[in-house]
């Protein structure tokens, strides 16, 4: 198993040079175990408790790198960097708060529209199309009040009597 950028930079750091060609975990357990062999007093089963527990010894050579003063140098940049990095998403999530969406326009009535609207609302008070308050033909109602309405904008003149004189009369206004 190959080892990783993070082994090798560990183990540089504690002057181990791991990067070589043909350095493998196996010899590097045999380093492990010739360090505990040169002082024996200080690393009693140093070894075999690397042997056994990899995870471990990574963990305690990390923190031995870490604590020379090219370690803490290291350990300086990492903590400036996330510094600068929480800054700039702060920064990027409050531009992206301060940016808002345009909300939609509400749709303004047409002026025909509007006539319309009034026209039926006097249809509907009326009796030409059913009793007041009700509408028994709306086809025929609606019809009236869109031709009404149109012959208005056209400035058509207005009728005799009637249902459409009515309409006519109202939306001249509008």
């Given at each position: 198993m190959a080892f990783s950028r993070l082994e090798k930079a560990l183990m540089l750091n504690a002057g181990i040079n791991i990067a070589v060609p043909g350095f493998n975990r196996a010899a590097a357990k045999a380093v492990v175990a010739t360090l505990a062999r040169i002082?024996?007093?200080?690393?009693?089963?140093?070894?075999?408790?690397?042997?056994?527990?990899?995870?471990?010894?990574?963990?305690v050579l990390g923190g031995a790198a870490l604590a020379t003063p090219p370690g803490q140098d290291l350990l300086e940049r990492a903590a400036e960097r996330g510094r600068m990095d929480r800054i700039r998403f702060e920064q990027a999530l409050t531009d992206l708060t301060r940016v808002t969406i345009p909300k939609?326009?509400?749709?303004?009535?047409?002026?025909?529209?509007k006539m319309v609207s009034a026209g039926m609302k006097t249809v509907k008070a009326s009796t030409s199309y059913g009793k007041k308050g009700a509408i028994?033909?709306?086809?025929?109602?609606?019809?009236a009040v869109t031709k009404a309405a149109s012959a208005?904008?056209?400035?058509?003149?207005l009728p005799k009597s009637g249902i459409k004189r009515r309409l006519m009369s109202m939306m001249r206004k509008i």
């Open positions: 002082t024996p007093s200080a690393a009693a089963g140093v070894g075999t408790t690397a042997a056994t527990f990899p995870v471990t010894t990574g963990a939609a326009k509400a749709r303004t009535k047409s002026k025909f529209n028994n033909n709306a086809k025929k109602a609606f019809s208005v904008t056209k400035g058509r003149k």
